[in-house]
Nanobody, 113 residues
Framework: VQLQASGGGLVQAGGSLRLSCAAS????????MAWHRQAPGKQRELVAS???????RYGDSVKGRFTISRDNAKNTVYLQMNSLKPEDTAVYYC????????WGQGTQVTVSS
């Protein structure tokens, strides 16, 4: 079982990044998917989720700036992040919702001011 997140990097405040997470078909077809993030010294928090049917939900801190989507044909979930802020700096992880599988290494997002 693998959940491989990618697409992170260093970006200036106001910039954009697009994260991707590829999952095996057995995972993707059976679960809602979610992005979480964990900043240094803080607990992991739920950022956004998308059901198998495409319904989405967002954390208050990212509403209007982030967009989660999924491509069922590619077994991939995306997180489009716009208008990034320094407080978005964190390691971003994807997992099922609820989180069933081991957390992967995540992908680092760093937003400079």
């Amino acid at each position: 079982v693998q959940l491989q997140a990618s697409g992170g990097g260093l970006v200036q405040a106001g910039g954009s990044l697009r994260l991707s997470c590829a999952a095996s078909g057995s995972i993707f077809g059976n679960y809602a998917m979610a992005w979480h993030r964990q900043a240094p010294g803080k607990q992991r928090e739920l950022v956004a989720s998308v059901t198998r049917g495409g319904s989405t939900r967002y954390g208050d801190s990212v509403k209007g700036r982030f967009t989660i989507s999924r491509d069922n044909a590619k077994n991939t979930v995306y997180l489009q992040m716009n208008s990034l802020k320094p407080e978005d700096t964190a390691v971003y992880y994807c997992n099922t919702l609820p989180s069933v599988y081991p957390w992967g290494q995540g992908t680092q997002v760093t937003v400079s001011s």
